[in-house]
């Protein structure tokens, strides 16, 4: 299998031991279950069913963020704790990419259940110099670390600049050493939440969750780590540097896996503008499998922009798929080997996870078997047609 590191910006061959790690940046729970997210985890949900035929074993975790600026800021809008908030939209998240169909990871740790891990990850960090402390907040000390900005390639200016429409920005924190230092430790504000520290009560900065998390559950490395386009800066590259600095081991992870971004009329999807669809709301008039064949149709590594009569034609198909894969063969034709079907749909996720092709050889076989039924052959097609699809996720249901 190949798949594209962001790291090196290459397809590269990717190989295990019969064991693969894989961690994936997980949902911040204060809203519901977006077309992003849902095409981001099914993207990963395709990964995991490609390493389980490849006969691997495979530990995958994805976290929940359950204590974060925003988090804190719609509690204080709907008058809810930021835990009963991050509680509601947790619940509606798992219900989703169940719904979907999705295979559950073998943990979703949550942030609030590591802070004393993080606290001792801050402490390392400090007592070598890879940190300071300015008052109760701890940053981490970028002075010397060559490897950040290597993983996204940007510039200082353009680092700056994204930095600066981040929520919770402390660029403009002149007492920092260098504007691009980010938190491990942030002291909490009135009302906000907040754990004892040695550094006086505060939370956890974001970044150090997910490595504090992946170090816990996976090791010092991780084979595959992934999530949105939009994490790759500043959020992975900082995770790089300050794993790398508390465990003294590189690579933090081998292999990085990008998807990009979902759009709505060429814009990101933004809660701030208004402009989201929402994974419940489609499967209110879409069966799932219409929905992952629609997601899975555009490659993860282009931007998907939304558009709702794309999803109708992919509502066809799956109904199609459903009635074809399931038929009684009642009428005689010619025999249909389903040998090239199957060697080219492997061979479409063996290349990166190239999903659009996949479909493309679903899509072929549906119209071989539409024309012939009938004989023991066809049979043994209909059941390649069941299991091509059930490697995409697909249940092949009557839908809707």
């Not at 989703?96 to 559950?104: E, N, Y």
């Not at 034609?313 to 010619?334: F, I, P, Q, T, W």
């Amino acid at each position: 299998m190949r798949l594209h590191n962001t790291l090196s910006g290459k397809v590269e061959d990717f190989d295990s031991d019969g064991r693969v790690s894989l961690y994936v940046c997980g949902v911040t729970p204060y809203d519901t279950t977006h077309v992003g997210h849902a095409r981001t985890y099914l993207l990963f949900d395709v990964l995991i069913r490609q390493l389980m035929h490849q006969g691997w074993q495979t530990n995958y975790v994805q976290n929940i963020t359950d204590v974060d600026d925003s988090i804190i800021a719609r509690a204080a809008q709907t008058g809810e704790s930021y835990q009963a908030l991050g509680d509601r939209f947790t619940g509606i998240y798992m219900d989703d990419i169940s719904a979907l169909g999705m295979i559950p990871a073998q943990a979703y740790p949550r942030a609030t259940d590591a802070i004393p891990e993080m606290q001792e990850v801050i402490r390392r960090l400090l007592a070598t110099g890879h940190a300071y402390r300015v008052g109760g907040d701890v940053y981490f000390n970028l002075d010397g670390v060559e490897e950040f900005g290597r993983l996204s390639r940007l510039d200082r200016a353009d680092m700056l600049k994204i930095e600066a429409d981040q929520d919770g920005s402390t660029v403009g924190d002149e007492r920092k050493k260098d504007p691009l230092d980010f938190l491990l430790w942030r002291s909490s504000g009135p009302g906000e939440p907040s754990w004892g520290s040695p550094w006086g009560d505060g939370r956890p900065g974001w970044h150090l969750e997910c490595s504090t998390l992946a170090m816990r559950h996976l090791g010092p490395s991780v084979d595959i780590h992934g999530g949105g386009a939009d994490l790759v800066y500043p959020h992975h590259e900082a995770e790089i540097v300050q794993s790398q600095a508390v465990t003294g081991i590189k690579p933090f992870a081998r292999t990085w896996v990008h998807v990009e971004m979902a759009l709505l009329g060429g814009r990101k999807m933004s809660k701030s503008d208004g402009n989201m669809v929402f994974v419940r709301d489609l499967l209110e008039t879409h069966s799932p499998d219409a929905l992952r064949l629609y997601l899975l149709a555009t490659h993860y590594r282009e931007p998907l922009d939304f558009k709702s009569e794309e999803l109708e034609r992919c509502s066809e198909v799956s109904l199609r798929l459903a009635r074809v894969a399931h038929a009684s063969a009642s009428l005689r034709g010619e025999e249909l080997d389903p040998t090239s079907f199957v060697r080219r749909f492997s061979d479409a996720l063996d290349d990166d996870l190239n999903t659009p092709d996949a479909i493309d050889v679903l899509k072929d076989l549906l119209s071989a078997l539409d024309t012939t039924t009938g004989s023991s052959a066809t049979h043994r097609a209909q059941r390649s047609l069941r299991t091509l699809s059930a490697r995409l996720g697909l249940n092949l249901e009557s839908g809707r």
